[in-house]
């Protein structure tokens, strides 16, 4: 199948590369001159593990192009997605759907009739108004639109796209619906994996997946804080409750709170859809709360840990990106850690493998450091906030040299109490009890 893809940014270029890779032939559009420019000389502008591999073998078959000129992108191609960005509209927390409207227009006005696929994250009623806002647009063509959710993850993308959960496809027309069967057939996935469903309920299913899960980070990390009072451990807790299948173990991992390009904007425009249409929908709103609240709070976590006071005093954090294995760093933790810290009088040093570009441009008075040693230099804490592979067998010996004052606050559990103890750290992790002091734990360890 030929397959225009509209938006060649986490998604974009990730769906366009794997349907390449599937033997479809793809062109990815960006209105980003620079991206495609980069693109084109075999560079990805994004990281992502694997995927500048199947961006190069795709593109040396003849499979995989790029573009900024749409027209030339629509040339008898059999259908077009739009992944474009929906980012959070300013002030008032709506998904921003200027981009995607745009596209819808820029299609009816360059394609004749065609399947359009909105792959974006968008609020009900979204692939309504792109079908009106295209038979506006192109009077006489006809378009049959499509909504087709994406629910890969950065760092784990290919995989996820090629090995999906499930596909969500909201249609309403034959033609289309076989359309996205010829799309999706090559990674042969079982008749019960792929959902067919109207437009509005796959545009909600995206939302609901996004926001609960949200909800289960939070969740489990109201009950670190718990755990914290009543001296239990919640990985313990975690392991518990995840082994009873109806609950799952996966999204139970205490940490600073959740952060990305998606969960925090996603629940957001969830509640926006919830208000518009006069429904209430307190939990969703409690999670934004609980986690704006966490991301704000750990540095309170810091300072106790350095003491009391961090004014004058040199910080040191491990982990930009809010996760590992990407470089984005949108609302991740890290950068209101960093904030706080600095509006507490810190001075703050900084690494991560691969997220440093991007934080760069987010933060103000950090020194960005080469590795996780130089930022842990003359440092009276160092704090752990993205848990990259490289992050979790530091030489410690070596750490203690370098620093001030041998601290440790882990947000993500990646190390225990009892180990840091007898390397000579303070340690503070998350919701667990302090290791070091339970009893058989450290004569096991011997
Ligand atoms: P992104 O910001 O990385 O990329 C969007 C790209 O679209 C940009 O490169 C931009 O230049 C381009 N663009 C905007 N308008 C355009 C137009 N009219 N023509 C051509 N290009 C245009 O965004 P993303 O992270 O890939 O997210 C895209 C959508 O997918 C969002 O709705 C997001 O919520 C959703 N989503 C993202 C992820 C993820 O992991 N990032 C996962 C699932 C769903
Ligand atoms: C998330 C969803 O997992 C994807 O299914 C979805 O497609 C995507 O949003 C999207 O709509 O864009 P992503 O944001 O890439 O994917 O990353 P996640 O792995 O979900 O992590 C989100 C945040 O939650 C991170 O800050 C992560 O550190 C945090 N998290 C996750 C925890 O704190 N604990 C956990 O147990 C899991």
Redesign the pocket.
């Known amino acids: 199948m030929r397959i225009a893809m509209?938006?060649?940014?986490?998604?974009?270029l990730v769906s366009g590369a794997c349907f390449a890779d599937f033997g479809h032939r793809v062109v990815c559009?960006?209105?980003?001159a620079n991206?495609i420019a980069a693109l084109k000389e075999g560079e990805v502008p994004i990281f992502e593990p694997g995927l500048e591999d199947i961006v190069a073998s795709n593109t040396a078959a003849g499979r995989l192009a790029f573009t900024t000129d749409?027209a030339e992108a629509l040339e008898r191609v059999d259908v077009v997605f739009i992944?474009?960005?929906?980012p959070s509209r300013r002030g008032d927390g709506h998904a921003d759907l200027t981009?995607v409207h745009?596209?819808a227009r820029?299609i009816a006005e360059a394609s004749p009739s065609t399947v359009v696929v909105v792959?974006?994250?968008v609020p009900v009623g979204t692939c309504d108004e792109v079908s009106r806002i295209m038979g506006e647009t192109g009077p006489g063509k006809s378009f049959e639109v499509v909504s087709n959710p994406?629910?890969?993850?950065?760092g784990a993308?290919i995989k996820d796209f090629k090995k999906p959960d499930r596909i969500v496809v909201g249609v309403d027309n034959d033609h289309a619906r076989a359309t996205m069967a010829e799309v999706y057939r090559p990674l042969g996935l079982n008749p019960g994996q792929i959902q067919y469903t109207t437009r509005r309920t796959a545009e909600l299913i995206k939302y609901a997946a996004n926001a609960f899960l949200a909800m289960k980070v939070s969740y489990i990390n109201e009950i670190a804080d718990l755990c914290e009072s009543v001296g239990a451990d919640v990985s313990e807790v975690a392991t518990g409750i995840g082994m009873d299948a109806r609950i799952g173990r996966a999204f139970l991992n205490a940490g600073p709170g959740y952060g990305g390009?998606?969960f925090p904007k996603?629940t957001r425009a969830l509640l926006k859809v919830a208000q518009d249409a006069g429904a209430r929908m307190q939990l969703v709103e409690t999670t934004i709360a609980v986690n704006d609240a966490r991301k704000r709070g750990m540095a309170r976590k810091v300072i106790a840990a350095a003491g009391g006071n961090v004014r004058g005093r040199n910080v040191g954090v491990l982990g930009l990106a809010f996760k590992p294995d990407t470089d984005d760093v949108r609302e991740s933790p890290a950068l209101a850690v960093i904030t706080a810290l600095q509006d507490a009088g810190a001075q703050v040093s900084a690494f991560d493998p691969e997220g440093m570009d991007q934080a760069r441009k987010e933060l103000r008075d950090v020194t960005f450091a080469d590795d996780a040693y130089s930022c842990a230099s003359g440092t009276d804490a160092l704090v752990l906030v993205t848990e990259w592979d490289s992050f979790r067998a530091l030489d410690f010996d070596r750490l203690r040299a370098e620093m001030n004052t041998p601290v440790l606050v882990d947000l993500r559990n990646v190390y225990r109490g009892d180990e840091m103890a007898r390397r000579g750290f303070r340690y503070v992790c998350i919701g667990r009890p302090d290791e070091s002091r339970r009893p058989g734990l450290s004569e096991a360890a011997e």
Do not use: P
């Open positions: 509209i938006g060649s940014g986490y998604v974009g559009v960006d209105k980003n991206r749409l992944a474009v960005g929906t981009y745009a596209a820029e792959k974006s994250t994406e629910f890969l993850r950065e993308a390009s998606c996603d």
